[in-house]
């Protein structure tokens, strides 16, 4: 499995990275796809699902620092591994079109008036795919283009994603 997925990188450097980044963090994103699927075949289809995407953000990847890698890596095995759940069970997800305003400069300000531990505490009682798509935006500044790829999800369902989990965070901040 990894040697197909090492055949598609072009440089050493980059194979080198993948490599070490999948012996590193295979058996942990395993046993998340595992954990999701309980099917041994899905997992380990999951988990190289996973290093394909992590190929295509090769560049992205290569600038983060190993524990982000990590942590990138689990965001995007768990969400392959939901994909492929709902997928089994003919599970499917309706993504709504919603006109979105970006209101950055309220939000900092709010920010700035609320209990950080208490902030935290919240953002991390947030549904998943809100947080991780909170962590991939924030934490790891990938571009909402990246994001999307990553979780394989539409741009315009990042969006909506992002855009719910702000308003989550701001009405937090209100009360």
Known sequence: MLSFCLSLIKTEQEKLLIEELYNKNKQTMYNIAYSNLHNRDDAEDAVQEAILRAINQIDKISQISPDKQCTYLNVIVRNISFDMFNRKVNHLSLEEDAEIYDQTVLEDQAIGNVNY???????RSLPQGMRDALYLKYCLEFTNEEIAQSLNIS?????????????????????
Do not use: G
């Open 117 to 123: 531990d208490s902030l935290v505490e919240y953002i």
């Open 155 to 175: 741009p315009c369902a990042l969006r909506n994603r992002l855009f719910a989990a702000r308003n989550k965070i701001k009405d937090h901040i209100k009360n």
